[in-house]
Structure formats: structure tokens, C-alpha cells
């Protein structure tokens, strides 16, 4: 058997949704030092949708697999839904990662709860401004 599977091949080799996104309303940047990933995950939203996500991430395959699979399962769904986002549903979606890297999919979980995090501190700052 494969150590990775056929999706995580693909999303490692063709990440979807790379990059940043200028005056994001919500960032989130998350690391593990242990084995040296960074991740960092940039939301749009409007009318509490997930309108537009990108992912810049340093680190091994899998963290980028994870970061990839993750922005594709809450692009166009509502913060709600969003913050409802597993690690176990990454790694389903990829039809799995070795034990050893299941903390990859964690870290994606942890990048996508911390943009929502600051959106939320930044709408409740202008709602508090005004």
C-alpha cells in the first residue's frame, strides 16, 4: 500500500486556492514547531459566506494536502458550517494520512478556527467603533 493516497498526491502536487488575499477579513496563522509547518489561511467573507479562501504554507507534503483540501471544503459555505470544519473531515477527504502526519490536518482545523477568530474581532471592533 501507498504511504499517501491518490488525493493527497494531487493536492500536494496541484494545490488549489495558493496564495494570499489582500485586506482579508480574517487571517489565521498557525505552527507546529516540532516538525517545523507553518500554515496560514486568508478568508473573504460577506454576508457570513466563505466567499474566496487561500492557504500560503511552509512545510512537507501533507501540510500542504491538508492546507489545499481544507480551503476547498469551506469555499462558498457559511461561517457556520466553516467553523464546524474537523481535522477527521480533512483527512476523510483525502482519503486518509499516516498516523505520523495526522497532525497536519490539525493544523489546517487550527489555521481555519484562528481566520475566524479574527474576523470576528475585527466585526466587532467596527461595530464598536460605530
Known amino acids: 500500500m501507498a504511504l499517501y493516497s491518490d488525493k493527497v498526491m494531487d493536492h500536494f502536487r496541484n494545490p488549489r486556492n495558493v496564495g494570499s488575499i489582500e485586506n482579508a477579513d480574517g487571517i489565521g496563522e498557525v505552527g507546529n514547531a516540532r516538525c517545523g509547518d507553518i500554515m496560514k489561511i486568508y478568508l473573504k467573507i460577506d454576508d457570513d459566506i466563505?466567499?474566496?479562501?487561500k492557504f500560503e504554507t511552509f512545510g512537507c507534503g501533507s501540510a500542504i494536502a491538508s492546507s489545499s483540501m481544507a480551503?476547498?471544503?469551506?469555499?462558498?459555505?457559511?461561517?457556520?458550517?466553516?467553523?464546524?470544519?474537523?481535522?477527521?473531515?480533512v483527512t476523510?477527504?483525502?482519503?486518509?494520512?499516516?498516523?505520523?502526519?495526522?497532525?497536519?490536518s490539525v493544523l489546517a482545523e487550527e489555521a481555519i478556527q484562528a481566520a475566524i477568530d479574527d474576523y470576528h474581532k475585527k466585526t466587532e471592533a467596527i461595530v464598536q467603533q460605530n
Open 50 to 53: 466563505v466567499t474566496d479562501v
Open 71 to 89: 480551503t476547498e471544503l469551506i469555499k462558498g459555505k457559511p461561517l457556520s458550517e466553516v467553523a464546524q470544519l474537523s481535522n477527521k473531515a
Open 92 to 104: 476523510e477527504a483525502l482519503d486518509g494520512l499516516p498516523p505520523h502526519k495526522l497532525h497536519c
